[in-house]
């Protein structure tokens, strides 16, 4: 049993994301194998391991944005394969290490979550988010080719939490940004995990985001390595 | 009738053929077989389809009519598939949208007078139409590959956001559909300054009063733009979910 289920009164307490013996092959090639894991609600769990060792494709498998070969995943106690792909990407938001910011402005990217839910636009949200990540209100009309590359992925940030996500996978975010951006941008991932209560997973090769994890997955050669789970 | 072209001039314009040939072979272009099996295709298929519609015409089945229309469209809609790179579903896609869009120009040009329905109107006009249908088809599926392919990491992020595949793909499919209506529209620009296309240019040349010519020419003009707007806004929306597997991820298709 790899969940971490436990009975709490007499009611049985799932883990939000549980992960029983996943695979992924490709053709011959087996990119994941013997995949055990299991994330509880408001967790932060950072994913460590060589390049092309298979943290992102895992990363992708449990956004739904790849299915596995073989094992089992299951969301909030339901097989993923039950729920509707979209609704549940809505549910466990991924975000991208170099992220392509869409259509001209800001203002565009942040709207972008609404518009596929057919809501109205909160500007007043968009713009109290823009000053709380260090820039303008006005910004919201800016074009996102003037954007830095720090604030480019500020705003894609937001842009996965302008409505909340339960669960937050960010691959490699904090890559090629200066010092400064990194140590915001980890600060900005904490209150989502601690203030908004958001289920972060994040993939990282960075050595002080390592030594920092709450909990720590090693993945390398597709597997988990032993010990190398927290 | 003022034509001259009889067996000997045909045989003596084949010397054009011989200069493209000549090129071909001085550059090394390796498209000589090509060229040569093009050139007696054309002949072939030109010297049949003369005798058969002749003897359509004469006979004025609507029922003949109707099933050469549905032939051509149907070639039409093979020839479109060719070009899909792969695409699921591209033949019946590609033959819907190429009927519909036939169907509703030659239902509206019907309905405003401008052809009846008999076989030496109806048949080189649903040709007209489904050819420029099927071109105007084949550049939405060479874009649509291409844009997939081109901005595979904006549907990934869109997708990863919780768009579903329209939103995902709505950029795609917009510029899709421009593509195949472009050629259209440009020949629509330039019609009478810079070419005199082929209905207007034949009826000329069969002795036709120019001006009388033109009032054909417009509404070539006008059922073309309808019929590749419809076709390449059909095969679109149609095909763009040929990019995407059953539980809504990304998946460009293999040739």
């Given at each position: 049993?790899?969940?971490?289920?436990?009975?709490?009164?007499?009611?049985?307490?799932?883990?939000?994301?549980?992960?029983?013996?996943?695979?992924?092959?490709?053709?011959?090639?087996?990119?994941?194998?013997?995949?055990?894991?299991?994330?509880?609600?408001?967790?932060?769990?950072?994913?460590?391991?060589?390049?092309?060792?298979?943290?992102?494709?895992?990363?992708?498998?449990?956004?739904?944005?790849?299915?596995?070969?073989?094992?089992?995943?299951?969301?909030?106690?339901?097989?993923?394969?039950?729920?509707?792909?979209?609704?549940?990407?809505?549910?466990?938001?991924?975000?991208?290490?170099?992220?392509?910011?869409?259509?001209?402005?800001?203002?565009?990217?942040?709207?972008?979550?609404?518009?596929?839910?057919?809501?109205?636009?909160?500007?007043?949200?968009?713009?109290?988010?823009?000053?709380?990540?260090?820039?303008?209100?006005?910004?919201?009309?800016?074009?996102?080719?003037?954007?830095?590359?720090?604030?480019?992925?500020?705003?894609?940030?937001?842009?996965?939490?302008?409505?909340?996500?339960?669960?937050?996978?960010?691959?490699?975010?904090?890559?090629?940004?200066?010092?400064?951006?990194?140590?915001?941008?980890?600060?900005?991932?904490?209150?989502?995990?601690?203030?908004?209560?958001?289920?972060?997973?994040?993939?990282?090769?960075?050595?002080?985001?390592?030594?920092?994890?709450?909990?720590?997955?090693?993945?390398?050669?597709?597997?988990?390595?032993?010990?190398?789970?927290? | 009738?003022?034509?001259?072209?009889?067996?000997?001039?045909?045989?003596?314009?084949?010397?054009?053929?011989?200069?493209?040939?000549?090129?071909?072979?001085?550059?090394?272009?390796?498209?000589?077989?090509?060229?040569?099996?093009?050139?007696?295709?054309?002949?072939?298929?030109?010297?049949?389809?003369?005798?058969?519609?002749?003897?359509?015409?004469?006979?004025?089945?609507?029922?003949?009519?109707?099933?050469?229309?549905?032939?051509?469209?149907?070639?039409?809609?093979?020839?479109?598939?060719?070009?899909?790179?792969?695409?699921?579903?591209?033949?019946?896609?590609?033959?819907?949208?190429?009927?519909?869009?036939?169907?509703?120009?030659?239902?509206?040009?019907?309905?405003?007078?401008?052809?009846?329905?008999?076989?030496?109107?109806?048949?080189?006009?649903?040709?007209?139409?489904?050819?420029?249908?099927?071109?105007?088809?084949?550049?939405?599926?060479?874009?649509?590959?291409?844009?997939?392919?081109?901005?595979?990491?904006?549907?990934?992020?869109?997708?990863?956001?919780?768009?579903?595949?329209?939103?995902?793909?709505?950029?795609?499919?917009?510029?899709?559909?421009?593509?195949?209506?472009?050629?259209?529209?440009?020949?629509?620009?330039?019609?009478?300054?810079?070419?005199?296309?082929?209905?207007?240019?034949?009826?000329?040349?069969?002795?036709?009063?120019?001006?009388?010519?033109?009032?054909?020419?417009?509404?070539?003009?006008?059922?073309?733009?309808?019929?590749?707007?419809?076709?390449?806004?059909?095969?679109?929306?149609?095909?763009?979910?040929?990019?995407?597997?059953?539980?809504?991820?990304?998946?460009?298709?293999?040739n």
């Amino acid at each position: 049993m790899v969940c971490n289920d436990f009975y709490a009164e007499g009611a049985l307490i799932v883990s939000l994301l549980t992960l029983e013996n996943v695979g992924y092959q490709v053709g011959q090639q087996q990119i994941l194998r013997g995949i055990s894991l299991a994330i509880d609600a408001g967790e932060w769990v950072t994913f460590a391991g060589p390049s092309g060792g298979g943290k992102s494709t895992l990363a992708r498998i449990i956004a739904s944005l790849l299915s596995r070969t073989s094992g089992e995943l299951t969301f909030d106690g339901q097989p993923i394969d039950s729920y509707d792909p979209i609704a549940y990407r809505r549910r466990v938001s991924y975000s991208f290490q170099q992220p392509t910011l869409f259509g001209e402005t800001v203002r565009d990217n942040l709207a972008f979550p609404y518009q596929i839910r057919q809501l109205p636009f909160d500007s007043q949200r968009a713009i109290t988010a823009l000053e709380y990540v260090g820039l303008a209100g006005a910004d919201l009309d800016k074009a996102v080719i003037d954007l830095s590359g720090g604030q480019r992925q500020r705003v894609a940030l937001l842009r996965n939490v302008m409505i909340y996500p339960e669960v937050l996978i960010l691959d490699e975010v904090t890559a090629g940004l200066d010092a400064e951006n990194k140590a915001f941008v980890w600060s900005l991932i904490d209150h989502f995990n601690q203030e908004d209560g958001i289920t972060i997973l994040t993939i990282t090769h960075d050595q002080s985001e390592i030594t920092a994890a709450k909990r720590l997955v090693t993945v390398v050669d597709g597997q988990i390595v032993p010990g190398g789970a927290s | 009738m003022n034509l001259a072209v009889n067996n000997q001039s045909l045989v003596l314009a084949l010397g054009l053929v011989m200069i493209a040939l000549a090129i071909g072979w001085k550059e090394k272009l390796g498209i000589d077989r090509d060229m040569i099996i093009g050139v007696v295709r054309a002949v072939i298929q030109l010297f049949v389809v003369g005798y058969l519609l002749k003897y359509v015409f004469r006979i004025a089945n609507i029922w003949l009519t109707a099933i050469l229309i549905f032939i051509i469209i149907f070639n039409a809609g093979y020839n479109a598939k060719q070009r899909s790179g792969g695409i699921p579903k591209a033949l019946p896609i590609s033959v819907g949208a190429i009927l519909i869009s036939t169907g509703v120009t030659l239902g509206v040009l019907m309905l405003a007078g401008a052809i009846k329905f008999i076989p030496s109107q109806m048949i080189p006009i649903s040709g007209m139409i489904a050819s420029n249908s099927m071109v105007a088809i084949g550049l939405c599926y060479r874009n649509l590959n291409a844009q997939f392919k081109q901005e595979r990491q904006a549907v990934l992020e869109k997708l990863a956001l919780g768009a579903d595949l329209k939103d995902a793909s709505r950029d795609i499919v917009r510029a899709s559909i421009k593509t195949g209506m472009q050629p259209t529209i440009d020949s629509a620009k330039t019609v009478g300054i810079v070419s005199l296309p082929g209905m207007m240019s034949g009826l000329i040349f069969a002795g036709v009063d120019p001006v009388r010519a033109i009032k054909y020419q417009i509404m070539v003009t006008f059922m073309l733009m309808s019929a590749t707007s419809i076709g390449s806004v059909l095969a679109c929306y149609w095909a763009y979910r040929g990019f995407y597997n059953e539980r809504k991820q990304l998946q460009v298709p293999s040739n």
